[in-house]
């Protein structure tokens, strides 16, 4: 028999049903990096004690799911600091888009960057968002625009996971922006891309398809074209819809069964009926609707009453979204997209983790992988409170807790 270790000494909030699952005087027993059993400390049946092999006190800690960022685009060499400034000045994000910069001047940058270097600034990132509990992390391709250069990205992003404790899901989102070489071709690049997601795929680089679905991304029959090619090799879908325009993305997302549709701003109530249907998650990025100083709110209170499940994410990206920390999205969602503080919580485990499809963790219940975070917190409401600080006490990945 695998041995048993005994995590005890904790106020638990499991995330486990409508509401927060909180236990006090909680226990979670552990079996090869899965949760065995959790509960109330003396509620633990005697044949299971007894199997017991070492206990750690938690120290009546609040303890939650290890969180999961489920929409980063963290692999990419450079910065767009000066862009900012532009936009400070006045300049939109889809005028420097246009004129050649924006994504197309990130990818520049990305080509240029060796695999090493993507590397260390990526694991670099990834480091700050575990710092604050972060467990699972979504990390999406589209800076590298070539088979060769997304197939770089997308490495580094497997490395990440093999090389720290971390679990890394990747999405190849090929379809991010038009790269030079194509210019006025973008029904070419969408062949291209469509004939590259079988080699990505072939070579264990892609876990889920995307698309930047915008009047200065690609179309909807584009878009389609994308997902028609990650169905024919069983790859779920998810996309970036209704971020800046009502493209009616998310409904063809929701067509293709998508995971999750993200940003969502200029959703429309179609859009919302689809993913009710579809069973696809709202993932909601207010970073992105923070830093882009954008003034429209995407449709919460319809969501809500639609029971679309809501998700919250960093969207870490050098243009739109550069933070680092997903309990600052937590508060960003409260006081900028008025959800409650165990909507935004929900947002970044359980629902996180439906949105990469992922059943397996974002609670904590018998099967769920052992990922935890102990934090210096009374409620676990104040995890949507705090901003700029960092409660993390200890957090455990797989059953073994992270340096
Ligand atoms: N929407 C976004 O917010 C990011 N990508 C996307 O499709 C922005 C990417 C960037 O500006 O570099
Ligand atoms: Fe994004």
Redesign the pocket.
């Known amino acids: 028999m695998t041995p048993l270790s005994l995590w005890r000494h904790a106020r638990l909030a499991t995330l486990d049903g409508d509401g927060w699952g909180q236990i006090d005087d909680g226990a979670l027993l552990v079996e090869g990096g899965h949760i065995a059993w959790v509960g109330r400390a003396a509620a633990l049946p005697r044949e299971l004690a007894a199997r017991v092999t070492a206990e750690h006190d938690l120290g009546g800690a609040l303890v939650t799911p290890g969180l999961v960022d489920c929409h980063t685009?963290l692999v990419y060499g450079g910065h767009?600091a000066s862009e900012f400034e532009l936009r400070l000045q006045g300049a939109s994000?889809e005028a420097i888009a246009r004129a050649g910069g924006?994504?197309r001047s990130?990818v520049a940058a990305t080509r240029a960057a060796d695999e090493q270097a993507l590397f260390d600034s990526a694991s670099r990132r990834a480091r700050a968002l575990m710092a604050e509990g972060v467990t699972t992390l979504e990390v999406k391709s589209?800076?590298g625009l070539s088979l060769e250069a997304e197939a770089r990205c997308l490495r580094v992003a497997r490395r990440l996971g093999r090389h720290l404790p971390l679990a890394v899901r990747t999405t190849f989102l090929g379809a991010?922006a038009l790269p030079p070489e194509f210019e006025g071709r973008a029904d070419d690049y969408i062949t291209a891309v469509c004939e590259w997601l079988p080699a990505l795929h072939a070579q264990g680089l892609v876990d889920a398809v995307d698309a930047?679905c915008?009047n200065i991304?690609f179309s909807p029959a584009q878009t389609r074209r994308v997902f028609e090619a990650a169905r024919a090799l069983g790859l779920p879908v998810k996309l970036?819809a209704e971020?800046l325009s009502d493209q009616g993305g998310a409904a063809l997302a929701a067509s293709f069964g998508a995971l999750s549709c993200d940003?969502l701003e200029h959703l429309g109530d179609d859009g919302i009926r689809a993913m009710r249907q579809a069973g696809s998650v709202a993932v909601l990025?207010p970073g992105?609707y923070y830093f882009l100083r954008e003034t429209k709110l995407p449709p919460i209170a319809a969501l809500r009453q639609a029971g679309v499940p809501m998700a919250v994410s960093t969207?870490h990206?050098?243009?739109?979204?550069p933070g680092l920390s997903l309990l600052l999205m937590a508060s960003m969602a409260c006081t900028l997209f008025r959800l409650t503080p165990l909507e935004a919580v929900q947002g970044i485990t359980v629902h996180a983790a439906r949105a990469l499809g992922l059943r397996d963790r974002g609670t904590l219940a018998p099967g769920q992988r052992a990922d935890f975070v102990a934090w210096d917190l009374d409620h676990p409401n104040e995890l949507a409170y705090w901003f700029g600080r960092n409660p993390v006490q200890r957090t455990v990945f797989e059953g073994k807790e992270r340096a």
């Open positions: 685009h767009r994000y924006g994504i990130t589209g800076y991010h930047f915008e991304g970036h971020q940003h990025l992105a969207d990206n050098p243009g739109t979204s």
